[in-house]
């Protein structure tokens, strides 16, 4: 046996190591053959100094592979540098944890190894490094498929857990009320929308209230009913249905309600919407489709929608009564009413050019004919019925009965010409008493002229002024063309509307007195009223002028 090195701890030479496990090599190949791991022994650098036969078959390598080769070969080149300091540690005698990395066989298959070094000494003399090499495949997979597993069930929980605040987020925000019922309807959960919809806080729902607490008595019995026939399975209630709640303040409220089982936790899940609104516009629209129908039943006027080629498509029973149909249903079978009622093929063009051009017509009449024979005139108020592309669809109008208004018409246009016919006689009757009134009159006048104005005008002398009026009133009562003697003022008396001519035709206040017999202060008195009476007072213009205007 070689002898042992002097300097303490120093590495011998590969011949020294040869000739020391020379001896032994029959020993730890029995005992390798005898181990399920694999042992190798290196010299202080690293390089394989024994390899036995496990280890071989474990890494699908030959013993001359090994020969002399590092063991850095075995690992990847970013590990090298790990395993370098951990053989040096394991020289310096230092503990060194198991070591563990990836090793791909000649074959190409991947296997994981763990390595265990220690230091091989002889006495003090350092021989090399002892490993001992498991494979550790099944371990590392067995690992790494927990540790995914692990990752996986981490990811689960965390996505289940984000799902449930997610869901639970929606379940209190949603704009529908819901609510989590047991099997007996005991709420276990509810959503803010449902505590804000019945007026109760969720401490005073949730373990405590059932929901058919909040039904309207008329109809908790349904609502019992469908949930016992939900849960029992055997016949399946609706999904949705309306009924009737009471809220915290008596307050009646119509909802439907849409209720799903949860089969696994065998609690029902519910969400409700208030349709009280619905309800009242639905009640306002019954009503009003009840007004307007017995508006469209029971109206004087014909209401009609028809095909453009003329098929009734609805009608009232005025409509049919106006055209001499027993009903509305009787006028079903006729494929066109135009030619049923024999309305002229002219007027009938007209018709279509108004609604064409137009798109609508009033008091278009026709003639036409009922089934028993009756001539009739109709009026028609009607419009065309488009699409968005312009295409005419069908004609909806009314019509009326105008067969009564048009013989009255008739009838007072032949009184109106008979009438006009006597109005030209009369005229000219007039005209002739006219002409011959003009004639008495001039022949009148003329007698005045030669008979009695020549005595009169020799009564001068005496009274001038008497003279005057009497020939200026005959000359206003015979005059061929009569002008009035003084306007006509209502509101006077007839002592002053005899002062009035008298002024008007310029006689003084003194001729006044000595004509009519009264004193100056009674004529002046009537000239104040008469000017008071006219409104006059505060204008500056003399009674006389003002009368004169007004003639």
């Given at each position: 046996?070689?002898?042992?090195?002097?300097?303490?701890?120093?590495?011998?030479?590969?011949?020294?190591?040869?000739?020391?496990?020379?001896?032994?090599?029959?020993?730890?190949?029995?005992?390798?053959?005898?181990?399920?791991?694999?042992?190798?022994?290196?010299?202080?650098?690293?390089?394989?100094?024994?390899?036995?036969?496990?280890?071989?078959?474990?890494?699908?390598?030959?013993?001359?592979?090994?020969?002399?080769?590092?063991?850095?070969?075995?690992?990847?080149?970013?590990?090298?540098?790990?395993?370098?300091?951990?053989?040096?540690?394991?020289?310096?005698?230092?503990?060194?944890?198991?070591?563990?990395?990836?090793?791909?066989?000649?074959?190409?298959?991947?296997?994981?190894?763990?390595?265990?070094?220690?230091?091989?000494?002889?006495?003090?003399?350092?021989?090399?490094?002892?490993?001992?090499?498991?494979d550790v495949t099944e371990k590392k997979e067995t690992e790494l498929r927990l540790r995914r597993e692990t990752?996986?069930?981490?990811?689960?929980?965390?996505?289940?857990?984000?799902?449930?605040?997610?869901?639970?987020?929606?379940?209190?925000?949603?704009?529908?009320?819901?609510?989590?019922?047991?099997?007996?309807?005991?709420?276990?959960?509810?959503?803010?929308?449902?505590?804000?919809?019945?007026?109760?806080?969720?401490?005073?729902?949730?373990?405590?209230?059932?929901?058919?607490?909040?039904?309207?008595?008329?109809?908790?019995?349904?609502?019992?009913?469908?949930?016992?026939?939900?849960?029992?399975?055997?016949?399946?209630?609706?999904?949705?249905?309306?009924?009737?709640?009471?809220?915290?303040?008596?307050?009646?409220?119509?909802?439907?309600?849409?209720?799903?089982?949860?089969?696994?936790?065998?609690?029902?899940?519910?969400?409700?919407?208030?349709?009280?609104?619905?309800?009242?516009?639905?009640?306002?629209?019954?009503?009003?489709?009840?007004?307007?129908?017995?508006?469209?039943?029971?109206?004087?006027?014909?209401?009609?929608?028809?095909?453009?080629?003329?098929?009734?498509?609805?009608?009232?029973?005025?409509?049919?009564?106006?055209?001499?149909?027993?009903?509305?249903?009787?006028?079903?079978?006729?494929?066109?009413?135009?030619?049923?009622?024999?309305?002229?093929?002219?007027?009938?063009?007209?018709?279509?050019?108004?609604?064409?051009?137009?798109?609508?017509?009033?008091?278009?009449?026709?003639?036409?004919?009922?089934?028993?024979?009756?001539?009739?005139?109709?009026?028609?108020?009607?419009?065309?019925?488009?699409?968005?592309?312009?295409?005419?669809?069908?004609?909806?109008?009314?019509?009326?009965?105008?067969?009564?208004?048009?013989?009255?018409?008739?009838?007072?246009?032949?009184?109106?010409?008979?009438?006009?016919?006597?109005?030209?006689?009369?005229?000219?009757?007039?005209?002739?008493?006219?002409?011959?009134?003009?004639?008495?009159?001039?022949?009148?006048?003329?007698?005045?002229?030669?008979?009695?104005?020549?005595?009169?005008?020799?009564?001068?002398?005496?009274?001038?002024?008497?003279?005057?009026?009497?020939?200026?009133?005959?000359?206003?009562?015979?005059?061929?063309?009569?002008?009035?003697?003084?306007?006509?003022?209502?509101?006077?008396?007839?002592?002053?509307?005899?002062?009035?001519?008298?002024?008007?035709?310029?006689?003084?206040?003194?001729?006044?007195?000595?004509?009519?017999?009264?004193?100056?202060?009674?004529?002046?008195?009537?000239?104040?009223?008469?000017?008071?009476?006219?409104?006059?007072?505060?204008?500056?213009?003399?009674?006389?002028?003002?009368?004169?205007?007004?003639?």
């Amino acid at each position: 046996m070689p002898k042992p090195s002097k300097k303490k701890g120093t590495l011998i030479n590969a011949g020294q190591m040869e000739d020391l496990l020379r001896a032994p090599g029959a020993l730890l190949d029995h005992l390798s053959s005898c181990a399920r791991d694999g042992l190798w022994l290196t010299d202080g650098e690293g390089r394989f100094m024994f390899a036995d036969q496990t280890l071989c078959n474990r890494l699908g390598r030959t013993k001359e592979w090994f020969a002399r080769r590092s063991c850095l070969e075995m690992v990847h080149a970013g590990e090298e540098n790990l395993v370098r300091e951990k053989l040096a540690a394991a020289v310096r005698g230092e503990p060194v944890p198991a070591l563990g990395f990836a090793h791909q066989t000649p074959q190409g298959m991947w296997i994981w190894i763990e390595v265990d070094v220690s230091r091989l000494r002889d006495g003090e003399r350092l021989i090399g490094l002892l490993g001992v090499c498991r494979d550790v495949t099944e371990k590392k997979e067995t690992e790494l498929r927990l540790r995914r597993e692990t990752e996986e069930r981490v990811k689960t929980e965390e996505a289940l857990r984000s799902s449930e605040e997610y869901y639970r987020a929606i379940f209190q925000n949603t704009g529908t009320a819901m609510v989590v019922m047991e099997e007996d309807t005991t709420i276990t959960q509810v959503n803010k929308e449902s505590v804000r919809f019945v007026g109760y806080t969720p401490e005073e729902l949730e373990g405590k209230r059932k929901a058919i607490d909040f039904a309207a008595p008329r109809d908790v019995q349904m609502v019992y009913d469908y949930s016992r026939m939900r849960l029992a399975g055997a016949t399946k209630p609706p999904r949705g249905y309306e009924f009737t709640i009471v809220d915290r303040e008596g307050v009646p409220k119509d909802i439907y309600m849409t209720v799903e089982l949860m089969p696994e936790q065998r609690k029902i899940i519910a969400s409700f919407l208030d349709i009280s609104e619905r309800k009242k516009t639905e009640s306002a629209l019954k009503e009003s489709e009840e007004k307007y129908r017995n508006i469209f039943e029971n109206a004087i006027e014909g209401i009609f929608q028809m095909s453009v080629d003329g098929k009734v498509l609805n009608a009232n029973p005025a409509f049919a009564r106006i055209l001499g149909y027993p009903s509305p249903e009787s006028m079903s079978s006729i494929k066109n009413i135009y030619r049923e009622l024999h309305i002229d093929k002219q007027r009938k063009a007209e018709l279509d050019e108004l609604l064409r051009d137009h798109g609508q017509v009033q008091d278009f009449e026709i003639q036409c004919w009922r089934p028993d024979g009756a001539e009739i005139r109709i009026s028609v108020n009607a419009k065309a019925v488009r699409n968005n592309a312009g295409r005419e669809l069908f004609r909806e109008g009314i019509i009326a009965d105008v067969t009564e208004r048009k013989k009255m018409q008739e009838d007072l246009e032949y009184k109106s010409r008979k009438l006009e016919e006597t109005n030209g006689a009369l005229t000219a009757l007039l005209k002739n008493r006219e002409q011959d009134n003009t004639e008495f009159q001039e022949k009148a006048f003329r007698n005045i002229e030669d008979l009695v104005l020549p005595y009169v005008e020799k009564l001068r002398p005496k009274d001038a002024v008497l003279v005057d009026i009497i020939k200026s009133n005959l000359n206003n009562i015979f005059s061929p063309t009569p002008q009035s003697t003084a306007p006509n003022y209502g509101n006077l008396t007839a002592r002053e509307l005899q002062i009035a001519d008298f002024i008007r035709k310029g006689k003084t206040t003194m001729d006044i007195c000595r004509i009519l017999g009264l004193t100056k202060s009674t004529v002046n008195a009537h000239r104040n009223s008469i000017r008071r009476k006219l409104d006059i007072v505060k204008i500056k213009m003399s009674l006389r002028s003002y009368l004169v205007s007004q003639t």
